[in-house]
Structure formats: C-alpha cells, structure tokens
C-alpha cells in the first residue's frame, strides 16, 4: 500500500528562539527527516501573531473564531497535519504563555466538537493523528512540568488526538540558554522518539 505524505506539523513554543525546547524539538524533527515521506513545517509561536483568546464563546455559534490573526492559517493546518509537535519551556511551573495562548484559541475546536456537534476530522482519520509535547525545565524537580500537561492533553483532546496517543519528552535540569547540549540522554531520546511516532503512524496508516 502506498503511504501519501506524512505532515509534521510542529509549534516552537519559546518566546526564546532556539533555546532548550526548540533544540529538543529540532533533534526530533532531524530524525524524521530522513524519512522520504515526511513533510515538515516548523512553526515559532512567538512569530505567528496569536492572540489569546477572548472568551467570548462566539465560536460555539460561529463555528470560528471571530478574531483575524495568524491562528486563521495554523488553523487549517493543524486540521491537515498527521503528526502535531509541540515543544515549550516551562516558566514559572506551567506552560509558557506563546503556547499557553495558542492552546486557548483551540476553544474553537471544542465548540465545534461539543456544542455543535460537528467533526473535527473526517472519520476515517480518527486514530490516525499522532500528538507529541516536549518541554524543558530548569528546576531539576520530579513535578515540574505537572502543570503543564492536562493543558496539554486539552489541546490534543480537542483536535481529536487521544491521550493514548501523544508522546511525552521531558527535560528538567536545563536552565540557561544551550544546557541541553550537555544533557547526557536528550538527543539520543529525542531522536529516537522521532522515529518512533513516524514508524507507529506508518503502521496505522497501513491498516
């Protein structure tokens, strides 16, 4: 069976570009590359012009957000992507505000499946879009990034990714800018988490 394109859709969610998180999603997505039938995009949520939600629950009558920003592209993508990656550093024990606004405009995607009772994706891709979240964390606690994933989860919930579905790659110990460099296990994990989730869609792909 022939396997179309794969779409690696992926969210730097740093307002720092190019720190910690970013270099951990760049060794997984350096690992997919290899790949033939992967197609990667890799979005900075700092750049993309986001801007937090306004609670205004108009999406559950609209169907779509009623602001005009850079969420009016990613969201088509996100929708057309088989892999969502999204990497952040936590501050202050949660998720970063970029990502943390991003997430927010998502509401979207929960009217939609809730309230309006309409799909999210077409029924013959449910099951078939993979989730994965990295993070970096200076402090070297055990529940630091606690905080951070039932947002997570949220996010991928809605866009009709399971929970049993999303991959999990999380640094602590790395405060300054480039110390994951020097993290005796990040890239090697990251890398092999990379083939990991190409190797498992494939495989659902091929059902």
Known sequence: MTIMPIKVLAFAGSPRRHG???TLLDWVLGSM???KDIVIEKIALSEANVHPCNGCNACEKLNKCVQRDGMD???????AADIIILASPIF????????????DRAQVFRSRKYVLKLPIVPLERKGKRLGVFLASAGQ?????????????????HVIEVKDTDISYLMINGVDEKGAI????????DAQKLGKNVIAELKKRLTI
């Not at 592209?73 to 929708?79: Q, R, T």
């Open 92 to 103: 202050c024990m949660g998720i970063a505000s970029q990502p943390k606004a991003f997430i």
């Open 20 to 22: 910690n998180s970013e």
């Open 140 to 156: 070297k606690w055990d529940h630091v990034f606690d905080a951070a994933i039932p947002s997570v989860k949220c996010f991928y």
């Open 73 to 79: 592209i990613l969201h088509d993508k996100i929708l």
């Open 181 to 188: 460099e020097k993290h005796p296990t990040a890239r090697a």
């Open 33 to 35: 590359v290899e790949d």
